[in-house]
């Protein structure tokens, strides 16, 4: 079983992050951990903050000489802008000499979206700071550095995981399932929204930028492919072994994601049976078994009876517009229980290209975790030997028919 827990707050000291069922014996790609969290901060549409933070995570257990052990794998990743917040956001109970930057006021006027009024309820917090710095998305940070770990552990049985947005307000694409991995493989890191579309780029890039001169903010969609995923990740036999029900809950998990679906999605409730389901031809199939059957479509997404069929997985999830407006919505100063627009803090317009980044974080942990279960060992050596075997068996029994 491979999980993780984060810490940090969005303007404390620095996120750290401890993974832990990490088989020995994987060397680290620290480059590829670095090359994640430089994706993560980039996309048109962010703020000023990320012109501040320049993300790397300091390996502090778990690995030596540049490979796992077996032991907890234990990450930090400092936050720059610590700097400019001791004062606001110090541990100590005193402010300790030598603090830097800005004294704030208290957070009191919650923002319509955020969890600042339903944290300062439940945890008692008259300062809604308190709650505001662990519900900002500075979390996914951490998420996406361990996840980078999950990804070459899954990428020792040849899964690779990419992602690529969607759409951005109305400015969609119109028809997602027909990129293909390759395509969304093939999107530079350099395009501004990382969407297999250049066209339709523009149209969201314009969506944004009316935002932004509104005070306003947009969300979008994304979709996190996985290719090469071997059949038989997950299960049907129980509600909490099903892999759509897993990846859901691991995509609905970060910030802003308000729904989550797999291949065709939401679209499958109004079409009819005949035009949803992925008929079973002869020939060779996708996936790393190799499997002698072909599906002509994928709009189940490679999931079937929450257990994945060889195909590639693609899921979708959509993100609602970020909670922090300059135009302030309506809400209530609690201290005078007076009606005043909402707090403004530094933020993003859109944010939808680094949560994509974050979703496949999200989806690399997930598999990496239904990858141990199946072939699961204390080895990667091990494991890919496992892998090989159930390969091998399937393929034989296919050949003896
Ligand atoms: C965020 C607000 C912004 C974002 C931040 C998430 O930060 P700040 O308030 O410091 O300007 O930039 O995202 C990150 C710092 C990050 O690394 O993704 C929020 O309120 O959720």
Same mark, same amino acid.
């Given at each position: 079983m491979l999980r993780f827990l984060t810490a940090g707050e969005?303007?404390?000291?620095?996120?750290?992050?401890?993974? $832990?069922?990490?088989?020995?014996?994987?060397?680290?790609?620290?480059?590829?951990?670095?090359?994640?969290?430089?994706?993560?901060?980039?996309?048109?549409?962010?703020?000023?903050?990320m012109l501040i933070e320049s993300d790397r995570a300091d390996v502090l257990s778990g690995v030596r000489h540049g490979v796992t052990t077996g032991s907890p794998i234990a990450l930090m990743?400092?936050?720059?802008?610590?700097?400019?917040?001791?004062?606001?956001?110090?541990?100590?109970?005193?402010?300790?000499?030598?603090?830097?930057?800005?004294?704030?006021?208290?957070?009191?006027?919650?923002?319509?979206?955020?969890?600042?009024?339903?944290?300062?309820?439940?945890?008692?917090?008259?300062?809604?700071?308190?709650?505001? $710095?662990?519900?900002?998305?500075?979390?996914?940070?951490?998420? *996406?550095?361990?996840?980078?770990?999950?990804?070459q552990l899954v990428r020792t049985i040849g899964i690779e995981i990419a992602s690529h947005v969607v759409s951005i307000g109305p400015a969609s694409l119109r028809d997602p399932l027909a990129v293909t991995f390759a395509q969304v493989r093939a999107i530079s890191t350099e395009t501004p929204l990382h969407c297999a579309d250049p066209a339709v780029e523009q149209q969201m890039i314009a969506e944004i930028d009316r935002a932004r001169e509104a005070g306003d903010t947009m969300g979008g969609s994304f979709e996190v492919l996985a290719h090469n995923v071997p059949p038989g990740l997950g299960s049907h036999v129980q509600w909490d072994r099903k892999l759509d029900g897993r990846l859901a809950q691991a995509l609905m998990s970060i910030q802003a994601i308000k729904g989550v679906g797999i291949g065709l999605g939401?679209?499958?409730?109004?079409?009819?049976?005949?035009? *949803?389901?992925?008929?079973?031809?002869?020939?060779?199939?996708?996936?790393?078994?190799?499997?002698?059957?072909?599906?002509?479509?994928?709009?189940?997404?490679?999931?079937?009876?929450?257990i994945t069929n060889g195909e590639d997985l693609r899921v979708t999830a959509y993100m609602k517009p970020i909670s922090t407006l300059m135009q302030p919505l309506r809400s209530v100063d609690l201290p005078t229980m007076t009606e005043s627009p909402a707090t403004v803090e530094r933020s993003d317009v859109c944010a939808v290209?680094?949560?994509?980044?974050?979703?496949?974080?999200?989806?690399?942990?997930?598999?990496?975790?239904?990858?141990? $279960?199946?072939?699961?060992?204390?080895?990667?050596?091990?494991? *890919?030997?496992?892998?090989?075997?159930?390969?091998?068996?399937?393929?034989?029994?296919?050949?003896?028919?």
């Open positions: 969005s303007h404390g000291k620095a996120l750290v992050t401890i993974l $832990e069922g990490v088989p020995a014996g994987l060397a680290l790609d620290f480059d590829a951990i670095t090359a994640d969290l430089r994706r993560r901060q980039t996309g048109y549409g962010r703020g000023r903050r990743i400092p936050n720059k802008d610590w700097e400019n917040w001791q004062k606001t956001m110090h541990v100590e109970p005193e402010m300790p000499a030598g603090a830097t930057g800005a004294e704030r006021p208290p957070v009191t006027r919650p923002r319509p979206g955020h969890a600042d009024l339903a944290g300062f309820v439940k945890y008692g917090q008259d300062d809604m700071r308190n709650i505001l $710095e662990r519900a900002s998305a500075r979390e996914t940070a951490a998420r *996406v550095a361990v996840g980078a770990i999950a990804r939401p679209a499958v409730a109004s079409v009819p049976g005949s035009r *949803v389901h992925d008929e079973i031809l002869l020939g060779a199939g996708g996936g790393s078994a190799s499997l002698p059957v072909r599906r002509p479509t994928n709009n189940a997404g490679g999931l079937e009876g929450g290209p680094a949560a994509a980044v974050v979703g496949e974080a999200m989806v690399a942990l997930v598999l990496a975790d239904a990858v141990l $279960e199946k072939f699961g060992s204390d080895t990667i050596e091990e494991l *890919v030997a496992n892998h090989r075997a159930f390969r091998d068996r399937t393929a034989a029994r296919f050949a003896s028919r």
